[in-house]
DNA sequence: CTTTCTAATCAATTAACTTTGATCTGTTTG
DNA sequence: CAAACAGATCAAAGTTAATTGATTAGAAAG
């Protein structure tokens, strides 16, 4: 049982967002920091926080304090499980055989 | 190259909510029409279609009409394409080789 | 051809989420 | 310790999405 369907939903809500996703494909290449997500973003700071306490409070990133700087990084666990739901729903409407459908 | 983000972000929004992944689960066991959605779930007939409709738009599921009827499938290619877009970013973040990273 | 049934649509309300600018906290540097 | 910096937080405004009840359209049955 891959996750629960009411943290499947917290996941996609923290995922369902342009800037979210931009965030989600930036920190795909490794951690940055806030100052670096802004600059890569062109985004006001505290709109970038809003998005990223979302993202947090939903599991998806993590933060790493230094000195004062905060370094965000992907959660890749939880990612994967989604990516592992949606998947198996895909499965159950389909018996594509490429898709790994309920197993490991 | 699983699915653009402008795409995935569509999908996205329209699974990220309670009711539509509801609707989702219910669509898993297979084609259903409206009515036997409305009584599964507890719905209110317009708010249903409401959902639906925003899940149609995204791709996530296709309409059959038949008679009075309309039966809902599931488009299983799109949320397994998801389920990759997903499965690839969380590779990225890390190498658990179980992981299909971005292959096939 | 009128009634009934399924389902879509619409307008109005309500609710949820985002953006913005300002302020506040903690950290480093001079 | 004062100034500068990185980020979080907050309240107000703006925007988007969801709910509700009523209406409409098409199909089947009487």
Redesign the interface.
Known sequence: MPLA??Q??QL??A????IR??V??A???GERCVCELTAELGLAQSKLSFHLKVMKEAGLIEAREEGRWTYY?????L??Q??????S??????R?P???CGS?
Chains 1, 2 share one sequence.
């Open positions: 369907a009411g499947a939903r996609l809500k995922l369902a967002d342009p996703i931009q989600v494909e920190l795909g290449g990084h992907l959660q890749p666990e990612l994967g989604l990516g592992a739901w949606l998947a729903l895909a499965c159950q409407a389909s594509i490429a898709l790994t490991s």
